[in-house]
């Protein structure tokens, strides 16, 4: 089984609209982490005219750190790369509907061929499923990390983000054998 546990951070919540600005992926191979890929993109000057000041202050983007930043064609190329589907394969996210519509959508913006997991896990839905009953009252990442009493340091980073997010589905969809 492969697990593919994504998060991005974006320009604003529309992937019409807005770009993805922040990118990790962590591979899992029957529940081992064998390989990560995570960049910051670039966004465009047009992007930047079209981005949301809410989410740019929650992903914390200023070109000084965005400087070495990949540009976005050859990041679409890399995903795509890194992502490439199986039928034995599944994307992980927190709220995985808009993580995966933002790659599908960076991806098609790009041109770039791709077969990114049919199969899409949400951690929101686990979470939902098995802490909502013991007093979680939002599923939101912070909120959990919160109920849990894990560090909010570094979160709505691509990668504390995903890292959370295997931790998550790993304390809520415990390792068989």
Partial sequence: MILYFVDVETTGLSPQKNTIVEFCAIKHVDRVEVDRLYMKIRPSMRD???????????????????????????????????????????????????????????????????????????????????????????????EIRRFLGWSLENNHTATVDCEDCVRLFDLLVPKSG
């Avoid at 959508?105 to 077969?115: A, E, G, P």
Wanted: proline letters at 4%.
């Fill in 48 to 142: 930047l005219q079209k981005c949301s000041p809410v989410a740019m202050a929650v992903n914390g983007y200023n070109a000084e750190k965005w400087k070495d930043a990949i540009e976005q064609p050859e990041a679409a190329r890399r995903i795509a790369k890194f992502l490439f589907g199986s039928s034995n394969a599944a994307l992980v996210a927190h709220n995985v509907k808009f993580d995966s519509g933002f790659i599908r959508h960076f991806l098609n913006r790009y041109k770039v061929d791709h077969v990114l997991p049919y199969r899409k896990i949400d951690t929101v839905s686990l979470a939902f499923l098995h802490l909502q009953p013991r007093g979680l009252k939002s599923m939101k990442m912070d």
